[in-house]
DNA sequence: CGGCACAATGCTCACATTGAGCATAAGTGA
DNA sequence: TCACTTATGCTCAATGTGAGCATTGTGCCG
């Protein structure tokens, strides 16, 4: 292992070998029973101008990551961000389109949940619903008609090695991740499915960065983004509809109340998938995540339903709520 | 939100604003039914030699960050890495020691996972026991003792406050992560609970780096390390912990052939907590995870034991196998 | 050699959780 | 008033889960 000089070589000196650092968010809203994920403009290199997500210099001044991720995006957007959480670190492979001089790049990212959608402050920004980017990974209609054709294009992609045990295992990945070949779909596979598609040749972003290179329609395989801003949001995607399940984190994207229902289409939009009405409610009453409120909705079709809130206790009680989300066997 | 030009400077150029960036390990293996890390030794800043977990710069050759520290790693101490993941990169805060001249520094920790214990090759490189260094995790024999003190101390640190809703927020802490006044224990809280006792000030690290200030003896609160290092070793411990819940990551540490009962132990090391023996055995049965071979065990006290293997076709099969462990309520 | 201690294994049982569906209530719009 | 839509209450069967009893092999000790 390392030796002790190695070490305080590294830990007192590491300046010897700087690298750029830099922020990305992925910052969540959802409205209208939507995701939504703020995005920007961006130059991109050569391909004219494309989205992205916002991204920023790592600012010295704060003490925290974290914090200072916090002050730089609530400065920029004036919204309170009501839940933020490092997601990973992405190194040189993924930031494709500045070939590192000598420097190592890195991009530490973060995604964050505001509750309500403002117009979106500057002109250049706007909040995009997510499965226009990763179309394939939203099944609330049943089964995603852009899958018809990314399962071939897969497919095709498993075949063309001619090699039967590099084969094996890229069927295996297929039925892994994409649940093809009698496997099942697992809605928090978003980033293994990105990156399969990545590998398949499926996403743009990946034949380099020349715009000439879009070879690929945005149809079945979604809009691009720039750098590797998509696998940022995919994996963001893959964390948050994990962490739903085990921490009530939904209840930052709510309004002050709201009824069962809109949470449920909340859960629902960030899932990709269907939940069970009745077994939902049960869910959450048992749970004692919400507290009635006396107000009720009106105006809307159908019965009023009761304005609930979310109880902030359960942050001490329970050792772990959230929603343990199954999707219902039937569609739609 | 970030102007398309904010966004290019930062994309393009982020050089201006260089950091100096560092890998750490947390380098895990199971012998003998303990948890243990490697550690290597330091020289501490003024505090004279103290422990620490292996730490290098980031080397810039290699593709992708977790690439890049397989490699290093493994050329180092001659192990194969069975599984490695990035835990989390931690900021300046935590990365006391090197007053940053202007520059940031970071962190990437990652975990990794280690089949077999060699003599851990180069001299200042031992295997430590994980629970020296959090002594109040291992709940394997019953509260840990050191926890009587611990708590007597964190409820004097809740106490001293006299603001009453500054208080309140200290015990509902306690609470949460102690499992105090009435709270439950979360064996997966390690992170939250580390965290604690360095703002309580129970945590000699936290006192400036100057050796002088180590007032707090490490009986109850454990044996120091350099650095930041116990943080990041509580963040691997406690995502150690959620992991293994839901996925068969525990095989990483296990020798090719072994018994359920060594497997147990294993599980048992890492999550703190004891489990139900028979319960244990039908959940790893019903998950198919292992597949019988013809061995036994012998000379061993006790009636032999049929020998295993983790059966790997389960990483294709199931969606998210592991264990869901829930702790039986009787001591040991 | 019989008895013991100690694991390994098999099996039962009460109870909680969960997936699905039926039925009824209470609004809106034609 | 009817048709439609959503809210809400309740039931039921299947499965999962925590605990504990019973039995079976082995090495060890008088």
């Keep these: 292992m390392t030796t002790a000089q190695d070490t305080q070589r590294t830990e007192e000196s590491a300046l010897s070998n700087p690298s750029a650092v830099g922020l990305v968010a992925v910052i969540v809203a959802a409205t209208d029973g939507e995701p939504r994920a703020l995005t920007v403009e961006v130059d991109g290199q050569a391909s004219g101008r494309s989205r992205g997500l916002p991204a920023g210099p790592l600012v010295p001044e704060h003490p925290t990551l974290e914090r200072g991720l916090r002050a730089w995006v609530e400065r920029q957007t004036h919204q309170r961000l009501g839940y933020v959480e490092q997601l990973y670190t992405f190194g040189d492979r993924d930031r494709q389109g500045d070939e590192s001089q000598g420097l190592h790049s890195l991009s530490v990212a973060y995604l964050a949940l505001v509750r309500e ?30 899958l018809t054709d990314i399962e071939a294009r897969l497919l095709a992609w498993a075949a063309e090695t001619t090699d ?165 066997r039937k569609p739609a």
């Design 117 to 146: 959608v403002r117009p979106a402050g500057l002109a250049e920004a706007s909040w995009r619903n997510w499965y226009g980017y990763l179309p394939w990974e939203d099944w609330r209609e049943g089964r995603p008609a852009a």
């Design 164 to 328: 039967p045990k590099q084969r094996r295992r890229r069927e295996d990945r297929l039925a892994l991740t994409f649940g093809l070949c009698g496997g099942a779909w697992n809605e928090e596979r978003v980033l293994e499915r990105y990156e399969l598609l990545f590998e398949a040749g499926l996403i743009p972003e990946a034949q380099g960065q020349s715009g000439a290179a879009s070879t690929t329609e945005s149809g079945a395989t979604g809009a691009p983004m720039a750098f590797d801003h998509r696998r940022v949001l995919a994996t963001a995607i893959g964390r948050l509809r994990g962490k739903i399940k085990y921490r009530p984190v939904v209840f930052e994207l709510m309004p002050p109340t709201f009824t069962l229902f809109q949470l449920q289409r909340t859960v629902e939009a960030l899932s990709g998938t269907n939940l069970h009405k009745q077994n939902f409610r049960r869910l959450v009453a048992q749970q004692g995540l919400v507290e009635e409120t006396d107000g009720v909705t009106s105006g809307a079709t159908g019965r009023p339903a009761r304005l609930v809130r979310f109880r902030r206790e359960v942050l001490l009680e329970r050792p772990a709520p959230g929603f343990r989300l199954r999707a219902t």
